[in-house]
């Protein structure tokens, strides 16, 4: 789905359409545009667009064949971001990550959106009242949204994560927990590592952002990142190697109440063991076939030996439930 937006200065124009050539016609060059490709995956369609706003034709194979996360900074036909954005859908355990890239133009914005993302959608359905700030600040100051969007996203992730792994810690710390609760674990930390590719992207733009020859964002759309976003930033990152460091502990006590449960199993089949042993003996000692066998001419032999047993059984285990074994 093909959706562009065109910002005039009282109002915010929208078009839908599935049709490259058709959205393409309703382009206005001399307009601030923001065009969302959404779940887009036409290839021909995506040159088309490419094309449209004069681009490196390079920039659809990176488009198609995920470029690694982050700002590139070889060609300069614009400012291209690829993105791997955790978003607060859950399946399987692990957070849906959003994927896609966003291209920053003179006077345009493209977002190819492999998986919508949301806080995306929530905000293009609220730029009606930021119309004239987006005239008199340029295109520029809807990627400064767009931004603090994503971050703001951070904050809903992260109180849930917080509220898992309350959960989890409940589990964990009373050892009601089993190898489930561990993988749990493991599962939530590992589908989190496209977090911290995220915030070192936003970092690198930020740092790039102080180059002399960076053209792409006007003066005061830099300064509300520097005063805004910066320091967002730097807390949600202090929050994320919080909540990963949280987690590596609940990992490794789980990991210490499993093995000590494997540890008791084995030391209760230990004491079993031990406690038949002398039986075993017995009973192999009497198996030997041998004629002459005092005890075999005795008629109590039998009983008396199977109450030497049963007395070798209780006293084992009593001595062992004594020692605390059992």
Same mark, same amino acid.
């Given at each position: ?123 293009? !359905?609220?730029?009606? &009242?930021?119309?004239?700030? *987006?005239?008199? +600040?340029? %295109?520029?100051?809807?990627?400064? =949204? ?110 210490? !109440?499993?093995?000590? &449960?494997?540890?008791?199993? *084995?030391?209760? +089949?230990? %004491?079993?063991?031990?406690?038949? =042993? ?49």
């Amino acid at each position: 789905m093909l959706t562009l937006l065109t910002f005039h200065p009282d109002n915010l124009e929208l078009f839908t359409s599935n049709h490259v050539d058709t959205v393409l016609k309703q382009i206005d060059s001399s307009h601030n545009i923001w065009l969302r490709c959404i779940h887009f995956r036409d290839r021909t369609g995506t040159a088309k667009i490419i094309k449209h706003f004069g681009l490196n034709p390079s920039r659809v194979n990176m488009i198609f064949n995920h470029s690694p996360v982050g700002i590139d900074e070889d060609v300069e036909d614009c400012l291209f971001d690829s993105y791997e954005i955790l978003t607060s859908q859950i399946k399987n355990h692990e957070f849906e990550v959003a994927r896609g890239n966003i291209v920053l133009g003179n006077n345009f914005i493209i977002t190819f959106e492999i998986t919508e993302l949301k806080v995306l959608s929530i905000l293009a !359905n609220n730029l009606q &009242k930021r119309t004239k700030d *987006i005239e008199n +600040l340029g %295109i520029d100051y809807v990627f400064y =949204l767009i931004f603090k969007e994503v971050l703001n996203n951070y904050h809903t992730v992260f109180d849930y994560i917080s509220r898992k792994l309350d959960d989890l810690e409940d589990e964990v710390l009373d050892n009601s927990g089993d190898e489930l609760t561990y993988q749990k674990i493991a599962t939530m930390r590992q589908s989190t590592r496209s977090g911290r590719r995220n915030f070192q992207s936003i970092k690198s733009l930020m740092a790039i952002m102080d180059h002399e020859d960076f053209h792409w964002i006007a003066q005061p759309v830099k300064e509300l990142f520097n005063q805004e976003l910066v320091h967002h930033v730097d807390k949600l990152w202090q929050e994320y190697q919080a909540l990963r460091a949280w987690m590596s502990e609940l990992m490794e006590i789980q990991r210490d !109440n499993i093995a000590s &449960k494997t540890g008791e199993r *084995i030391n209760r +089949l230990t %004491i079993l063991s031990s406690v038949f =042993l002398p039986i075993t003996f017995l009973s192999g000692f009497y198996g030997m076939n041998f004629k002459y066998m005092p005890e075999l001419e005795q008629p109590l032999a039998y009983p008396a030996v199977i109450c030497v047993m049963i007395l070798i059984v209780i006293a084992s285990i009593s001595y062992a439930k004594k020692q605390r074994w059992l």
